[in-house]
């Protein structure tokens, strides 16, 4: 099952109890087809990172790890010093580890981002704690996938029955990917070459769709296009 015990998280409809809800998110690529750090592009009152880790505080995620890999001293740096502001702003830093971000917030490295995605996923998947009961695996380019529908997605995860969750939105599947902690070690043991279809196709007993409203689950941001795309999707929404 997907449910246990612990943080009360409050939704519109319902009270859900989990022990703790994770998130990794993904954000070691080189942006090569983008030709700069598509991270750091302003995006909103923040940028295309920031926003997904907005996103995330909004949803009430108890943890958000921060994989950083190609140029990650430039991209740590604009989280420490004030980019994004939801972070800048916060009242309780973890100046210890982190410097200028929050205790809810750690970023980690991939030394070996080269490898490819699944590298980055295992080196936040080693950030989480043993006892984690569901953790995300979101992506650092979806900026518009709203706090709201990720809490929409939460409950439907936590009433699935499945240790697996997968958005959808009409028959098209997106992110960000829910996975039970019963899976954490499992991920972390496997070849950093490998993929997480691999281990999707390995478990597609347990895998659950998740039906949501919201288009921007589909979307990720490579190209300049994409990135004016999104920026003027947004603005038409606010």
């Given at each position: 099952m997907c449910r246990a015990a612990s943080t009360f998280i409050l939704h519109p409809s319902s009270l859900i109890l989990f022990l703790m809800i994770s998130a990794v998110v993904l954000a070691a690529g080189m942006s090569t087809r983008m030709g700069t750090l598509k991270q750091l592009l302003p995006f909103g009152e923040s940028t295309v990172l920031g926003s997904v880790i907005k996103n995330l505080q909004i949803a009430s995620i108890d943890r958000i790890v921060v994989v950083l890999g190609h140029e990650a001293e430039k991209v740590r740096e604009s989280l420490q010093t004030g980019t994004p502001p939801s972070l800048a702003a916060s009242a309780t830093m973890n100046t210890a580890r982190d410097g200028g971000v929050p205790k809810t917030v750690e970023i980690?490295?991939?030394?070996?981002?080269?490898?490819?995605?699944?590298?980055?996923?295992?080196?936040?998947?080693?950030?989480?704690?043993?006892?984690?009961?569901?953790?995300?695996i979101?992506?650092?380019?979806?900026?518009?996938?709203?706090?709201?529908?990720?809490?929409?997605?939460?409950?439907?995860?936590?009433?699935?029955?499945?240790?697996?969750?997968?958005?959808?939105?009409?028959?098209?599947?997106?992110?960000?990917?829910?996975?039970?902690?019963?899976?954490?070690?499992e991920l972390q043991m496997m070849a950093p070459t490998l993929t997480?279809?691999?281990?999707?196709?390995?478990?597609?007993?347990?895998?659950?769709?998740?039906?949501?409203?919201?288009?921007?689950?589909?979307?990720?941001?490579?190209?300049?296009?994409?990135?004016?795309?999104?920026r003027r999707r947004y603005n038409c929404d606010i």
């Open positions: 980690v490295t991939n030394e070996e981002y080269v490898l490819g995605m699944f590298s980055s996923v295992q080196a936040g998947l080693r950030a989480l704690n043993a006892d984690t009961e569901t953790f995300l979101c992506l650092g380019d979806q900026p518009s996938i709203r706090g709201e529908t990720i809490r929409a997605l939460v409950q439907k995860f936590a009433d699935c029955g499945k240790g697996i969750g997968i958005p959808f939105t009409e028959n098209d599947q997106g992110h960000p990917l829910f996975v039970s902690g019963k899976y954490l070690n997480l279809k691999h281990f999707l196709t390995a478990h597609s007993h347990d895998i659950a769709r998740l039906p949501v409203e919201d288009s921007a689950i589909l979307r990720d941001i490579d190209t300049p296009a994409e990135y004016e795309d999104e």
